[in-house]
């Protein structure tokens, strides 16, 4: 059985640095892509970044120069470095995960079969 489990969320000024932590299990960590979303309240979840199996990374233009997805060492986890952090990027921050097969877009939730179950992301100004 996968599972995700996000941690590292948590409440920062305007122009803090959070970074959040996903651990995979059930899962052989290196055939899948995995991603960061996350949800505002009243907002659709909308795409922060992937990680594909082979290591390159996307970002959302909102994100792009501030936050960076990594896996460090190989282990069974993905991170989100978050720097520069805005109120705007106040939002349940969701990890999930995609084998390249799959069908659907990077940036569509759809496009997921597993989720974490969220971390909260509060950016005061």
């Known amino acids: 059985q996968v599972h995700l489990v996000e941690s590292g969320g948590g409440l920062v000024q305007a122009g803090g640095s959070l970074r959040l932590s996903c651990a995979a299990s059930g899962l052989t960590f290196n055939n899948y892509d995995m991603g960061w979303f996350r949800q505002a309240p009243g907002k659709e979840r909308e795409f922060v970044a992937i990680?594909?199996?082979?290591?390159?990374?996307i970002y959302a233009d909102s994100v792009k120069g501030r936050f960076t997805i990594s896996n460090l060492n190989g282990n069974n986890m993905v991170y989100l470095q978050m720097n520069g952090l805005e109120p705007e990027d106040t939002a349940v921050y969701y990890c999930?995960?995609?084998?390249?097969?799959?069908?659907?877009?990077?940036?569509?939730?759809?496009?997921?079969?597993?989720w974490g179950q969220g971390t909260q992301v509060t950016v005061s100004s």
């Open positions: 999930a995960a995609r084998t390249p097969s799959s069908r659907g877009s990077y940036y569509s939730p759809s496009g997921y079969r597993y």
């Open positions: 990680r594909w199996s082979s290591g390159s990374t």
